[in-house]
C-alpha cells in the first residue's frame, strides 16, 4: 500500500492502493460492532464484484490491517 501527502498547508493522507473501480453498490459485513468487509459491486446488488476489502481487528476493537483484493 502507498501512503502518500500533499504537501498542501493542510497535508492529506491518501491510500491509493484502495481505490476501486467503478460501482454502484456496497455491501457491509459486520462482525459484532465491528465492519469487517465491504465488497464494492458494479450493476447493483446481483452485479459483478469489482472490489473487496477486509478489515482486521485486535482484541481491543483496534483496526490492525487493510486488504484490498
Same mark, same amino acid.
Given at each position: 500500500?502507498?501512503?502518500?501527502?500533499?504537501?498542501? #498547508?493542510?497535508? !492529506?493522507?491518501?491510500?491509493?492502493?484502495?481505490?476501486?473501480?467503478?460501482?454502484?453498490?456496497?455491501?457491509?459485513? =459486520?462482525? /459484532?460492532?465491528?465492519? #469487517?468487509?465491504? !465488497?464494492?459491486?458494479?450493476?447493483?446488488?446481483?452485479?459483478?464484484?469489482?472490489?473487496?476489502?477486509?478489515?482486521? =481487528?485486535? /482484541?481491543?476493537?483496534?483496526?490492525?490491517?487493510?486488504?484490498?483484493?
Amino acid at each position: 500500500m502507498a501512503i502518500n501527502v500533499n504537501s498542501g #498547508t493542510k497535508p !492529506v493522507i491518501t491510500m491509493s492502493d484502495l481505490n476501486t473501480s467503478l460501482h454502484d453498490y456496497v455491501a457491509c459485513t =459486520y462482525t /459484532g460492532t465491528n465492519l #469487517t468487509q465491504l !465488497v464494492y459491486k458494479e450493476g447493483g446488488a446481483s452485479g459483478t464484484t469489482v472490489a473487496t476489502i477486509t478489515l482486521a =481487528y485486535d /482484541g481491543s476493537n483496534r483496526v490492525t490491517s487493510i486488504t484490498k483484493v
